[in-house]
């Protein structure tokens, strides 16, 4: 599977010079805990909530503050054709809970640890089904009749 | 328009307001129609786009 099948979402972002505050409420109203920085069409790094709590609001800086002081750049990336199997190693590799997809170098949306767990759980869900059945509603064979 | 995720939830809807794409494609710089406020967006599989006809502003002569 590639990993632009598994984005559910609409990705959401903001230009650099936004402020905080007004990246905050995006989240809020857009349901969503990191936004893209997307300069013209081209995505020069990416904010969470967590970014907001830990390098804005611990630190005393001002809701007024441009967003681009307190993303994270360069971003980690996955092409939108890669395969999940190239996802999944990204994620490890770098301890993230979000990755920006990207196509020809443009942002497309992001792809959540979250998304993959669903997946996965679905996945499994599929696997012991039949296995469910089989335990609660077991199908024997007739007796064999035993002729002597 | 962005479907709901969650069972219950509503769709909500948000008015394109420029196409910065180089090629006529995402980001859009939407409006979101419940809170009014502007946020750049990369539509998914969970938008669909919606044209609207609207009328030229401006005076009309009547002869």
Sequence with gaps: ?148 | MIHGHRVGEPNRDCEVLEVQGSDGGAPYLVRWGDSGHEALFFPGSDASLEHYEHEARGNHAHD
């Design chain 1, 1 to 148: 599977m590639r990993t632009i099948e598994m984005l559910h979402r609409s990705g959401v972002g903001v230009a650099p010079a936004r402020t905080i505050r007004e990246a905050a409420t995006i989240m809020e109203h857009a349901g969503v805990g990191a936004l893209a920085v997307v300069d013209g069409d081209q995505l020069v790094g990416v904010v969470t909530d967590r970014d907001i709590v830990r390098r804005a609001v611990a630190r005393g800086l001002h809701g007024d503050a441009r967003i681009d002081a307190v993303m994270t750049s360069p971003v980690v990336t996955v092409a939108a054709d890669d395969t999940l199997d190239a996802a999944y190693a990204l994620f490890a590799s770098h301890g993230l809970r979000r990755l920006a997809v990207t196509r020809d170098g443009s942002f497309v949306g992001m792809l959540t640890i979250d998304d993959l767990l669903v997946s996965l759980v679905e996945q499994l869900d599929a696997l012991a089904r039949p296995i469910t059945a089989e335990i609660l509603f077991a199908q024997r064979d007739p007796a064999v009749p035993i002729t002597t």
